[in-house]
């Protein structure tokens, strides 16, 4: 099960990766570097990019679907079953109500994604403005990933702070020199010397 939800993780990440990263990419590279060439130079690399973005943007969106809603179903399965806080831990946390915004917020995200890399009539309203879309949709995707960050704390809780981890190294530290020491000591060995005295004890003078 570990080796599963380890995949399922890494999957989530890289759909984000894809997704997020081909966002940023064209907002705040490719467009403001098109915007330099005539009309026709420009519809032409535009065309180029949507043919080549698109299968991208279809793996990214499939990964993030697949793996979230697995992910999720796997956690409240685990959640129910191991009776956190005797049932109600979903309902003290908000949990679901949280993961419910993040997901509508992701159907945002691939919404806009896909218009901005489809051909369909119904999205050219997208594409007309790429600018503007394209900035909605990276606002949405922050929000998701803060959200995602939010979720996660709820059932891993905080890392540790340099003071508490340090506490625990130093005390550690501590009993290994303590362990290491005694050995230094002059009663090191005391027990084994005892043992032999009887055996070097002086004989008897003879008479």
Do not use: C
């Not at 594409?127 to 503007?132: F, K, L, Q, V």
């Not at 009663?187 to 070097?200: M, Y």
């Amino acid at each position: 099960m570990e080796a599963v939800l380890l995949l399922l993780r890494w999957a989530h990440i890289l759909g984000a990766v894809l997704t997020v990263g081909g966002l940023f990419f064209a907002r705040f590279a490719f467009l403001p570097a098109v915007a330099e060439v005539d009309d026709a130079t420009r519809e032409k690399l535009h065309e180029t990019v949507r043919r080549r973005w698109l299968p991208w943007v279809i793996g990214g969106i499939t990964l993030l679907l697949a793996s979230g809603l697995t992910n999720f179903l796997l956690f409240n399965n685990a959640v129910k079953s191991q009776g956190w806080a005797d049932g109600q831990w979903m309902r003290q946390t908000s949990y679901h109500a949280i993961f419910g915004v993040k997901f509508l917020l992701a159907l945002g995200v691939f919404y806009f994604a896909s218009g901005l890399v489809g051909r369909g009539s119904k999205t050219a309203w997208i594409r007309r403005e790429r600018a503007r879309w394209l900035t909605v949709t990276i606002g949405l995707a922050v929000a998701v990933v803060m959200l995602s960050g939010w979720l996660r704390n709820l059932h891993t809780g905080p890392n540790l702070g340099p003071s508490e981890a340090g506490v625990q190294l130093q005390e550690s530290l501590e009993t290994d020199s303590a362990d290491t020491n005694r050995y230094e000591t002059p009663d090191a060995g005391s027990a084994f010397r005892e043992t032999g005295e009887p055996q070097a004890a002086e004989k008897p003078a003879a008479d």
